[in-house]
Structures are given as structure tokens and as C-alpha cells.
């Protein structure tokens, strides 16, 4: 799967509307067949910069986001509310789900 983690720092003054700035584009990258995950989060140290972790499920799904419509029309819409150019670290990772993080193991409760 192709694993993407990019930092997107909003203005100040838009920072607690961006879920809802960021919402068309975020249902419409979801319900593209080829995405496995597109989840957002808030930074706990700086409220003005969003965390997004996304996955696909292979070149192509991705080729597919980056060429379709919905990207298109959010390179136009979304910069405006950002502070400076998004971080990403974009990688090809041998699976398709999350694993267990097997170090910090939980047991169920009876």
C-alpha cells in the first residue's frame, strides 16, 4: 500500500473551522475506491497544524487521487487557508492493514 503522513499548517484564524474547510475533499478522497484510510487529527502541541494519514492500496489507487477531480479542485480551494506549503512523507509499505503495535500489547478485560 502506499502509506502517506503530511502536516498541513492552517492560519491561525482558520485552524478550528479546517475540519469543516477540508470536508468535501475529505469525503470525496474516502469514498474513492482505492483508499484504504484519510483520517485527519489535530496537533496536541500546535492547534494550528493538522496531521493527515492516509493510505492507498497501491500505485494506482494513488496515481487516481492525485489525477482526480476533487484534487484538482482542492489545490485551488485549500491553500489559501494554509500557512506554508504541506510536510509529507510519502512511502510503499508490504501491507494493507495497520498492525499491532505488539509492544504495548492489551488484554482484554473479562
Not at 500500500?1 to 478522497?29: G, L, N
Not at 484538482?72 to 487557508?81: F, G, I, K, T, V
Request: aromatic residues 12%; hydrophobic residues 35%; negative net charge.
Amino acid at each position: 500500500m502506499i502509506f502517506i503522513t503530511a502536516k498541513f499548517r492552517v492560519r491561525p484564524e482558520y485552524a478550528d473551522q479546517w475540519p469543516h474547510i477540508a470536508s468535501s475533499f475529505t469525503q470525496a478522497t474516502r469514498n474513492e475506491p482505492g483508499c484504504l484510510w484519510y483520517d485527519w487529527s489535530r496537533g496536541v502541541d500546535d492547534p494550528n497544524e493538522y496531521v493527515l494519514v492516509e493510505a492507498f492500496r497501491d500505485d494506482a489507487a494513488g496515481a487516481a487521487h492525485v489525477n482526480s477531480e476533487h484534487f484538482r479542485a482542492a489545490q485551488q480551494s485549500l491553500p489559501p487557508y494554509l500557512a506554508e506549503t504541506p510536510r509529507i512523507i510519502n512511502a510503499t509499505v508490504p501491507q494493507d492493514d495497520w498492525s499491532r503495535l505488539g509492544e504495548m500489547s492489551v488484554q482484554e478485560q473479562k
